[in-house]
């Protein structure tokens, strides 16, 4: 075992957990276990990859020892390791947290093994280095999606995911498309690759076609404007552990997959495609936070503030200076623990109220002052009110934007931010502030549960709320990772040269002494 | 050939958004059907076309010295069709529980969760 | 299904096409066939009896329930990925080894052939859970 092997953990430690998962289904308790033990060696895997890379810089390992760029290629370099540790830090809290929240007859169909399906999907689109095994990797996490969307078979789940199925399938459709097409311009589909031949291709008509093509693909899993529809149609019909993980990861993996395409890949008319990305980054705030401000139940006006976020992270990428980079880095680590952690809050008013709609509920602040503090640390990290971690994401995607003369965006993300503000106060009087109301249905209150089952609600959401602070705290470091990471993602050649150590290839494949003797 | 496949491919293009565009369930799941077939094809075609030729390298001499076919593309477009198989599997008995559920297969119906 | 000619065939037919599935997965080490279509063709004759027959004889036939055969395949070609990891190998290398038996020959077996026993469990594993949930709603 060497470090390159760690690679491959990310991978294979959710695979392994589920087959213990699918062989072990009948016990509840043992479901339980396992997936919560799971989830912590992830989270420990994805630890010391981070800090591998860290070290050592970027690590490759080639699948099966074929050479790239003909065989498969697992690339870890600080944004997939920053992605990977975000991933098995949110599964930990959420799987803590479904141990009191997923009820048992969701566990024994098969709760836990799903989450274990969904994250190694996106641990592999995070650290694949491939095109088409980044399809394969999408793939797996939306058929995970979909049943975890399903599990249940609750009437308006059974509808949302109608939506969330047709749209994710008509975008897989377009990046299979999207990948014959380049598989036929460049005859490679291995990114490092790909990011040497696009660079002098002759035809830049063909270039231009294959970036809106991804944008296209990508954008819909990032649920971009105008590409965004299936997002609050599904997002808040599962149950809570459900849709706060898909809150958190899914359509950063969207992003994820727009960096590296608009980083690495897409790089020779930056005119077109990142003033394209601009506009988009622009329309997707503005939309995302005017659908937030009209709706009235928890989890809606979250959902569409995924929308109104995923604009700031495109925003520092249309940028592409290293300070707006490292912004979007900012932010997206920033995004991920404040939505997951949204979530997972306004799961625990849903149960205590059996709704999420704002005119039904009330007096939090009273009856639950420790989950109205984890809220408001949340809530005010999202609108970006110093000293939390989503101030210093906005400044530095502010900065980075004043530093690049684009003072139109620069505006829109300020009065975005305010209007987030509004939204998050609107929750804050409506379900913390006021008093409950007298006819006001609700249900065990957590106080009469077990106090396993209190810790188990209360914990996960207390440890990332401690986490945002300390985002805030300690700005300085966040900062300086996300900084390197940027100038990683801008230095192409890195990346080229870690994954083709012989260079440009293209010849008479060498045929090693080993695979003919086979 | 090339021209042939490239037609088939558009018609199924044209063929798989007009199915989805109609209000009935099942035709929106034919139409993602077609869509991803559409795809398939287009991913064969664009990986070049050769007659009549396995995708092996014969054994004498690493370097093909003949015409082979690509087996990229061959191998990318099973993987592919194995995975919408799933995926269609899938939303089969996801349109048929929504069916039993909600007693209505007209798109226009499903309303609840819009917003 | 009423068909009494099916339902009887079928009963022959079972062994024959469980035995071609086998065949399918062998011959896919070097020519086409291999862990895929041998699993479809095994979890198709299965679906064919469970029309005929019921979903409830089926299970009866196949004895292992589907998640299991799903999470054993998904051991199978974990094993397979991660056994070159302990001589040093990188993830997925193909590992192989010639064994000599009486009667048969040589016989050229490796990880590959794991993996591939892996993805003939899946999708048999899969395939029966769509078919049957379906036949028993």
């Known amino acids: 075992m060497n470090a390159q092997a760690v690679v491959i953990l990310p991978i294979a430690l959710p695979l392994a957990t589920m087959v213990m998962l699918l062989l072990s289904l009948k016990s509840v308790p043992a479901q339980k276990l396992i997936g919560v033990v799971g989830s912590t060696l992830l989270l420990l895997s994805a630890a010391t990859l981070a800090w591998l890379v860290d070290r050592d810089g970027i690590l490759v390992l080639q699948a099966g020892n074929w050479p790239a760029p003909f065989g498969i290629t697992l690339v870890a370099d600080r944004l997939s390791s920053i992605m990977v540790l975000l991933a098995g830090l949110m599964v930990f809290a959420v799987s803590v947290y479904s141990l009191a929240s997923v009820n048992d007859s969701r566990v024994s169909f098969g709760f ?185 139940e ?48 306004g799961g625990v008013v849903e149960q205590r109220f059996r709704t999420g709609r704002l005119d039904r509920i009330g007096g939090l602040y009273r009856s639950a002052p420790v989950l109205a503090t984890v809220f408001f640390l949340s809530a005010m990290s999202l609108a970006g009110i110093p000293p939390l971690s989503g101030f210093f994401a906005k400044l530095t995607l502010i900065r980075g934007g004043l530093e690049a003369e684009r003072y139109a965006i620069v505006v829109a993300a300020l009065v975005v931010s305010l209007l987030t503000l509004f939204s998050m106060t609107k929750i804050w009087n409506e379900a913390f502030w006021k008093p409950a109301r007298e006819d006001a249905v609700t249900n065990v209150s957590p106080r009469r549960r077990s106090r396993i089952g209190r810790a188990c609600l209360y914990g996960p959401t207390i440890l990332l709320a401690s986490i945002t602070v300390g985002i805030g705290v300690m700005a300085g470091p966040v900062m300086n990772a996300s900084m390197a990471t940027a100038e990683q993602l801008l230095d192409q050649n890195a990346y080229i040269n870690a994954v083709l150590p012989d260079g440009p290839t293209g010849q008479v494949p060498a045929v090693s002494s080993e695979r003919t003797s086979q | 050939m090339d021209i042939l496949l490239a037609i088939t491919v558009g018609g199924l293009y044209a063929a798989g958004i007009y199915m989805m565009l109609r209000r009935n369930v099942v035709k929106l799941l034919i139409g993602l059907g077609l869509l991803s077939h559409a795809a398939n094809l287009l991913l064969f075609t664009a990986g070049g076309l050769v007659r009549g030729r396995v995708p092996v390298v014969p054994d004498e001499g690493a370097w093909p010295l003949v015409i082979v076919a690509d087996p990229l593309p061959q191998a990318l477009i099973l993987t592919a069709i194995v995975i919408s198989f799933a995926v269609l599997a899938f939303a089969l008995v996801l349109i048929y529980r929504t069916y039993q559920t909600l007693g209505t297969e007209d798109l226009d119906e499903l309303k609840a969760t819009d917003t | 299904m009423d068909s009494v000619i099916l339902k009887t065939a079928i009963r022959f037919l079972l062994p024959l096409l469980l035995l071609a599935s086998v065949f399918l997965f062998l011959r896919g080490h070097n020519e086409p066939g291999g862990g895929f279509v041998g699993g479809l063709l095994a979890s198709g004759a299965i679906a064919l009896y469970a029309m005929t027959h019921g979903a409830a004889a089926a299970r009866q036939v196949v004895r292992v329930p589907p998640r299991i055969l799903i999470g054993s395949g998904l051991l199978f070609a974990l094993v397979s990925g991660v056994a070159p990891l302990f001589v040093g190998r990188p993830f997925l290398t193909g590992l192989w080894t010639t064994i000599t038996t009486e009667g048969l020959g040589k016989l050229h077996i490796g990880t590959p052939l794991l993996f591939d026993l892996g993805v003939y469990c899946v999708v048999t594993g899969v395939t029966l859970v769509f078919v049957f949930s379906l036949l028993e709603e």
């Open chain 1, 298 to 345: 928890v989890r809606r006006i979250l959902s569409f503030h995924i929308v109104s976020q995923i604009g700031y992270m495109v925003m520092g990428l249309a940028l592409f200076t290293p300070l707006a980079l490292a912004g979007t880095v900012f932010y997206i680590i920033h995004h991920i623990v404040v939505k997951t952690n949204l979530f997972l809050i």
């Open chain 1, 112 to 296: 836990h093994p799903l989450i274990q399906l969904l994250l190694m999907g996106v641990c592999g689109a995070f650290l694949t280095g491939d095109l088409f095994n980044l399809y394969v990797w999408f793939e797996v996490m939306l058929i995970a999606s979909f049943v975890l969307l399903t599990l249940g078979g609750e009437r308006r789940q059974l509808e949302g995911a109608i939506k969330y199925v047709t749209l994710n399938l008509i975008s897989s459709a377009v990046f299979l498309a999207a990948i014959g097409v380049i598989y036929a311009a460049t005859g490679t589909l291995n990114m490092a690759d790909l990011a040497l031949k696009l660079r002098s291709f002759p035809d830049e008509g063909t270039v231009s076609v294959l970036s809106m093509l991804f944008l296209i693909a990508f954008g819909t899993k990032a649920a971009v404007f105008p590409l965004f529809f299936w997002l609050p149609a599904s997002y808040h019909t599962p149950p809570v552990a459900v849709s706060a993980i898909f809150a958190g990861l899914l359509t950063k993996v969207g992003v994820y997959s727009l960096i590296r395409a608009f980083t690495l890949l897409f790089v020779t008319d930056l005119e077109f495609t990142h003033n394209l990305l601009l506009l988009i980054a622009g329309l997707t705030m503005v939309t995302g936070v005017l659908g937030a401000m009209a709706q009235n």
